[in-house]
T-cell receptor, first 110, second 112 residues
Framework: DTAVSQTPKYLVTQMGNDKSIKCEQN?????MYWYKQDSKKFLKIMFS???????INETVPNRFSPKSPDKAHLNLHINSLELGDSAVYFC?????????FGPGTRLTVL | GENVEQHPSTLSVQEGDSAVIKCTYS??????FPWYKQELGKRPQLIID?????GEKKDQRIAVTLNKTAKHFSLHITETQPEDSAVYFC???????????FGKGNQVVVIP
């Protein structure tokens, strides 16, 4: 199936831990994004990569580090997790204006 | 930067009635306006979009209208059904930055 996929779907971890979320798209898109959706449902953009290059970094703490090994993958690594990091993280990709979202990763920090 | 506002934040309608959600945007250079539907626990999915050279677009029970002069666009859902209950996000393109500016979302509840 052509799609944007993310792993894991759920992530429960303790404060202070380091965790990673992976994203892959097989749509042939050049641009990928990470969004954070909090409990109020706001979709807040965090990062955007175009063809493996960072083009958007929206004042996200430097504990969050995106990595794009190739244009089909954009991973998100989070160091020293805090309670406020609990949210649903969505990956998305686009080849033009329309953005296609992944299924989301629900991160719970205890 | 682009600022997108959505109203109302919550909308309850009786099944079969129409629902209208309005969005305003600030950047006159925006030229692409999508609407996303997010069901509970699911990903946002595009349901309809419109470009700045078009004033209205319809797809079955869903329509979007755009007023470029006033910088607002609206989503219209007719003959609402329970499966229309979801959060709806409007967005506007920010051409210079290859991104979309999203509104804060509207919770639509269709009462059977």
């Amino acid at each position: 199936d052509t799609a944007v996929s993310q792993t894991p779907k759920y992530l429960v971890t303790q404060m202070g831990n380091d965790k990673s979320i992976k994203c892959e798209q097989n749509l042939g898109h050049d641009t990928m994004y990470w969004y954070k959706q909090d409990s109020k449902k706001f979709l807040k953009i965090m990062f955007s990569y175009n063809n493996k290059e960072l083009i958007i970094n929206e004042t996200v703490p430097n504990r969050f580090s995106p990595k794009s090994p190739d244009k089909a993958h954009l991973n998100l690594h989070i160091n020293s997790l805090e309670l406020g990091d609990s949210a649903v993280y969505f990956c998305a990709s686009s080849g033009g204006d329309e953005q296609f979202f992944g299924p989301g990763t629900r991160l719970t920090v205890l | 930067g682009e600022n997108v506002e959505q109203h109302p934040s919550t909308l309850s309608v009786q099944e079969g009635d129409s629902a209208v959600i309005k969005c305003t945007y600030s950047d006159s250079a925006s030229n692409y306006f999508p609407w996303y539907k997010q069901e509970l626990g699911k990903r946002p999915q595009l349901i309809i979009d419109i470009r700045s050279n078009v004033g209205e677009k319809k797809d079955q029970r869903i329509a979007v209208t755009l007023n470029k002069t006033a910088k607002h666009f609206s989503l219209h859902i007719t003959e609402t059904q329970p499966e229309d209950s979801a959060v709806y996000f409007c967005a506007a393109s920010i051409r210079s930055r290859s991104r979309l500016a999203f509104g804060k979302g509207n919770q639509v509840v269709v009462i059977p």
